[in-house]
Structure formats: C-alpha cells, structure tokens
C-alpha cells in the first residue's frame, strides 16, 4: 500500500488484493481487443491488471496527490487524466478512444448513481459498465419488479442493458475499511429503445416512483397535470390503481409511449 493521506470528501477505499483485483478484470470480460475507461484510479491496484489485459486504457482520477505515484508505475498502453470525469463532458471523454470502450470502476458510493446515469443516458460508444458499489445499491441496480429495492434505478439500468451482480466483497477487503459491503455489477448495454428519447422517459420514470406509497395513477396525475379519468382514457389496458414497483419495464415503456402520443396536447406534462 502506498504512503497516502486517505481523503473523505474522495471516498477513498483502496483495494489490495491482487486475486480479487484480477478477478473484477475477468468479470468485467476485458481483452486485448478492448479499450478501458477506469474511473478513481486510486494507487493503481486496479489499473494494473486493467493495462496488462486491455488494449488501452484511460483512468480518471480525481485525487492529484497521486500522479506521482500512478504514474510511476510505468502502464505503457494507460493514459491517467486528473480530473473529475462527472464534471467532464462525455463527448469529450469518448473522444479519447477510436470506436468503443467499457468502463470499469472502483466508485466512492456517494457518485455511484449520478456516474451510472451520466455514462447510459448520455454515452454513444459505451459497451459495458462493471462498477464497485455499495452492496445495497447493487440489489437495487439488478432488482426485478415487485421487490421493495425496484425503483428508479432498476428501471433505467434494465432499459439500457442487462445487469447482474458478479460477486459480493466483504469491507474487510478494503482500506480504509468501510461500514458496508460491496458488490461488483457488470452492465452490458444492448441499446435496444433506441427510438425513446433517454431523458424524457427518465422522466417519466421518476414521476411513477415520486410517491412509492401512493398507486401509479396518483403519481401521474399529479406530474401531469391530467385527471385521472383522463389519465385512464389514455393509458386503457393499464390497471392503473397499482403501484409503480409492480410495473416491469415493457410496461412502463408501452405506457410512456402511450402518453407520448398525447403529449402534444398542453394538458400532458411529460416532465
């Protein structure tokens, strides 16, 4: 481990473990095909099993008390960038790579959701995604309709790819050691709504699940500024006296686009 002064506001938690290290390499399917985009390089733990598989890889790190060190390390086929990529333009991150790229990432929990969502609604050449979170954020990332953890964020994963959770890591496995564990998730993008504008049904999403208690019909007559009878006349075939968690994603979408249709009409607030 390097002499490093760990930072809080960073949520810095480093990894070690060179078996683990190579195993989230294996679970995120890299190859010597592939370009990488590794967000919070850390000391390089990751990056290192990251450079000897990839083609070329670009790590971000925010934290730049550590060029010296990471660049120390000599990766020949890495670039390191010291910059915060949430605040960074996607347009110009991909144009740091020729055709597509996976993104893999040790995150500090507190921009898990916000990195997520930057990178599947507003990245074109974005392949897969196989990030370290909080292992309650990764249940409600891969949850299915029905469960308590289905939300907002389970809804707009499985609307850009198929997720699943590769492997469980205990805090012990970290320094500083946190207060939960992590989980890893791979997210493969398969594009396949394509002719939905991304922002207006994360919308839409959002406007279901505003009030978790209340059913979905409530919930968007609220946002949309719509009777309920009207609502009804324009979603007919939905029971719309549910709740938005029991709704799946084919059935929210064929609802977006139902109201979409309306949306002309002054009366429908889509967001």
Do not use: W
């Not at 938690?13 to 060179?18: G, I, Q, V």
């Not at 000897?52 to 060029?67: G, Y």
């Not at 939905?196 to 919308?203: G, L, V």
């Not at 949309?224 to 006349?233: D, F, G, V």
Request: charged fraction near 25%.
């Amino acid at each position: 481990m390097i002499n490093h002064e760990f930072k809080k506001k960073f949520g810095q938690n480093f990894l070690s473990d060179k078996n683990l290290l190579e195993a989230i390499v294996s679970d995120a399917e890299i190859s010597n095909q592939d370009n990488v985009l590794e967000i919070g390089a850390g000391a390089g733990a990751l990056t290192t099993p990251l450079s000897q598989k990839a083609k070329k890889v670009v790590s971000f790190e925010i934290d730049k008390d550590l060029q010296e060190p990471l660049k120390s390390l000599n990766l020949k086929n890495t670039t390191f960038v010291f910059k915060d990529a949430l605040k960074e333009n996607i347009q110009d991150i991909e144009s740091l790579f020729v055709g597509e790229y996976k993104l893999v990432a040790n995150l500090p929990y507190y921009i898990t959701t916000p990195l997520i969502f930057k990178f599947l609604e507003e990245g074109e050449k974005l392949k897969s995604l196989t990030i370290m979170v909080q292992k309650e954020v990764a249940e409600r990332i891969v949850a299915k309709e029905g469960g308590k953890d289905y939300g907002v964020l389970s809804v707009m994963v499985a609307f850009f790819g198929q997720a699943k959770i590769t492997r469980i890591v205990g805090r012990q496995m970290f320094f500083p050691q946190p207060n939960v564990d992590s989980a890893v998730v791979h997210i493969k993008c398969d594009r396949k709504f394509q002719d939905i504008n991304r922002k207006e049904f994360y919308n839409f999403v959002k406007n279901c699940f505003s009030m978790r208690r209340k059913t979905i019909a409530n919930n968007l007559s609220s946002a949309m500024k719509i009777s309920k009878e009207n609502l009804t006349k324009t979603l007919q075939g939905f029971d719309l006296s549910r709740r938005a968690e029991t709704f799946s994603l084919g059935e929210l979408v064929e609802m977006f686009k139902k109201i979409l249709r309306f949306a002309q009409n002054d009366k429908y607030v889509l967001y």
